[in-house]
């Protein structure tokens, strides 16, 4: 293209531009241009793959939890922000992935925190927590909490947090907030539970959790279990290593699904437990999907190859955060000599809903 033609298509971009209208641009005439076309030939995702230690997000939980009580923010939360979103708002204070959140909440011991619902679901993976006296109220249903537990929040359950034991609770939650506030379907409300009395717990995993239907119980969550309890997974993962043993690409792993229909345990997040053996170094795996990485117990590393960011190797101790973004190939090892327990979750039920989920196991 010639100086003139090139100086009046500039121009005439900038009036177009001036006026919110853009031209579609795919590779080769984005590239001639200077300019980046979204019609990539491979997923190039913004968030970059990178890792957080524990220890470090530990402390800044603590010292903020000076500045800030449950009752002043609601919630005392700080949450990881993927280095590859901080241009991006308002994902640069929030998001660890385009469509997740891995935040870090402290409830100290006798605090509570308030009761609310929302429209983004959450997950939540007990971290610490005092042996009794820690439990979460969702819609009426009293759930105790302990170390490694998962729970599941539907969304616009009706919750609240309490910690009447000796010692603090932390938890990990990741939610789909950034992924509903791009959609527009974000709703909020401060509110209180309405319900004479609270019901325990123990009765959903009785029933729904033993694949039993109560006739005589409404529970109107999209997921009525609420609580994954960690002794009951272990339990499964050790029996599924003794009768069958690991995958190559996954280890011993199994998925947390809703009783419901055996889908995943929220519409738009899955979570895995995963086993890997000691001295194992699994084989290479690709997704199309947003993954956060956090060991339950031991140690792991993670090494990131062919990813638009780059190469990258995690060593993750005992609950440091990595995340993976989509189609980066990544393999997962663990040099000791026990093994090692790992929680995963992802964004995969949004790209299977899409009909655009695909992986590559090498």
């Given at each position: 293209m010639d100086m003139e033609r090139r100086s009046s298509l500039e121009e005439l971009m900038k009036s177009m531009a001036e006026a919110?209208?853009?031209?579609?641009?795919?590779?080769?005439?984005?590239?001639?241009?200077?300019r980046k076309s979204?019609?990539?030939?491979?997923?190039?995702?913004?968030?970059?793959?990178?890792?957080?230690?524990?220890?470090?997000?530990?402390?800044?939980?603590?010292?903020?939890?000076?500045?800030?009580?449950?009752k002043e923010s609601e919630r005392r939360v700080i949450h990881l922000v993927n280095p590859g979103l901080r241009e991006t708002k308002p994902l640069d204070t929030i998001a660890v992935t385009p469509t997740m959140t891995c935040g870090f909440q402290l409830i100290k011991a006798g605090e509570s925190a308030p009761s609310h619902r929302h429209t983004p679901v959450n997950l939540r993976?007990?971290?610490?927590?005092?042996?009794?006296?820690?439990?979460i109220i969702y819609d009426g249903f009293k759930v105790e909490v302990k170390v490694g537990d998962v729970?599941?929040?539907s969304n616009w359950a009706l919750h609240e947090h309490h910690n009447e034991g000796p010692s603090d609770l932390i938890w990990l939650s990741g939610l789909d907030s950034p992924l509903?506030?791009?959609?527009?379907?974000?709703?909020?409300?401060?509110?209180?539970?309405?319900?004479?009395?609270?019901?325990a717990g123990e009765v959903l995993?009785?029933?729904?959790?033993?694949?039993?239907?109560?006739?005589?119980?409404?529970?109107?969550?999209?997921?009525?279990?609420?609580?994954?309890?960690?002794?009951?997974?272990?339990?499964?993962?050790?029996?599924?290593?003794?009768?069958?043993?690991?995958?190559?690409?996954?280890?011993?792993?199994?998925?947390?699904?809703?009783?419901r229909d055996g889908g995943p345990a929220l519409p738009t997040i899955s979570m895995r437990m995963r086993m890997i053996p000691g001295k194992a170094e699994l084989r290479p795996v690709r997704r199309v999907e947003n993954a956060v990485l956090v060991p339950v117990e031991g140690s792991i590393t993670v090494e990131v190859s062919d990813s638009p960011a780059g190469n990258f190797l995690f060593k993750l101790s005992k609950y440091d955060p990595a995340v993976i973004p989509s189609w980066s190939k990544f393999r997962v090892a663990n040099r000791g000599e026990t093994p090692a327990i790992l929680f995963e979750y992802s964004d995969r039920p949004v790209f299977q809903a899409l009909g655009l989920f695909r992986e590559e196991l090498s």
């Open positions: 919110s209208v853009y031209v579609g641009l795919f590779p080769e005439e984005a590239a001639r241009m200077g979204i019609f990539t030939n491979s997923p190039e995702p913004i968030a970059i793959p990178h890792a957080w230690e524990y220890g470090k997000v530990r402390e800044f939980l603590y010292r903020i939890s000076g500045f800030l009580s449950p993976l007990i971290l610490e927590a005092p042996e009794s006296g820690a439990y729970l599941v929040q509903l506030y791009y959609l527009g379907g974000v709703f909020y409300s401060r509110e209180k539970w309405e319900g004479s009395s609270t019901i995993e009785e029933t729904y959790g033993n694949s039993l239907k109560p006739i005589s119980m409404k529970a109107y969550s999209w997921n009525p279990l609420i609580r994954y309890p960690y002794h009951r997974v272990i339990r499964a993962l050790e029996r599924l290593d003794s009768s069958r043993g690991p995958d190559p690409h996954e280890g011993v792993a199994v998925e947390l699904t809703n009783p």
